[in-house]
């Protein structure tokens, strides 16, 4: 597999039948064993329940044109809900336990995207700098000593470093686009 997970890459590898989704989610999840903790992930979906979903949908490998994300890994900035999966917004003291997910994960996993965890954040999404995370804040893809860039810092390095496809989250003043500028 290419580091790249990008749409067209994979798309074109599922058609061929040269990559299957769960042939991508093992490799993804052999890039996120050897980073190691880097604060990239508030919280990692469970991977037994990942690999039974990337299965079940590479057993629909004939809907592909019906499932325009179909075998893209996402993540989701953890301030946006998924049912059974703590959103904390980069605050301890401020952790849910969402019952329902967020109508928009909810659509990009029925059109195919394999949900891979929660990404950490500036606390409450109010910074630029990526640096005000949980536990410590996660380094630049290029260079350890330039911030990543926030508060989406977890989604822009996840994509940068090749862990997910995309990731959902929120931009208020820069905070999808710094990151995603500062890590390519």
Excluded at 9 to 30: G, H, I, K, S
Excluded at 42 to 56: E, F, I, N, P, Y
């Amino acid at each position: 597999m290419t580091n790249s997970l990008g749409f067209s890459r994979l798309r074109q590898a599922y058609r061929a039948r040269t990559l299957t989704p769960v042939e991508m989610v093992e490799q993804v999840y052999q890039r996120i064993d050897a980073r190691g903790q880097d604060y990239v992930w508030t919280s990692l979906a469970d991977r037994g329940t990942v690999l039974s979903q990337a299965h079940a949908l590479a057993r629909r490998i004939d809907e592909l044109d019906a499932l325009p994300l179909y075998g893209l890994s996402f993540g989701v900035k953890d301030n946006v809900h998924v049912a059974g999966v703590p959103t904390t917004c980069g605050c301890p003291g401020y952790t849910s336990m969402p019952v329902q997910t967020a109508e928009a994960v909810r659509r990009v996993i029925a059109a195919g995207a394999i949900f891979m965890g929660k990404q950490s954040l500036d606390q409450f999404a109010t910074g630029l700098n990526g640096t005000r995370t949980l536990g410590g804040h996660c380094l630049n893809t290029y260079d350890p000593e330039i911030i990543p860039g926030g508060s989406s810092s977890g989604s822009g390095v996840a994509v940068a470093a090749g862990l997910v496809s995309f990731s959902l989250g929120s931009d208020t003043g820069g905070s999808g686009r710094v990151p995603a500028a500062l890590n390519n």
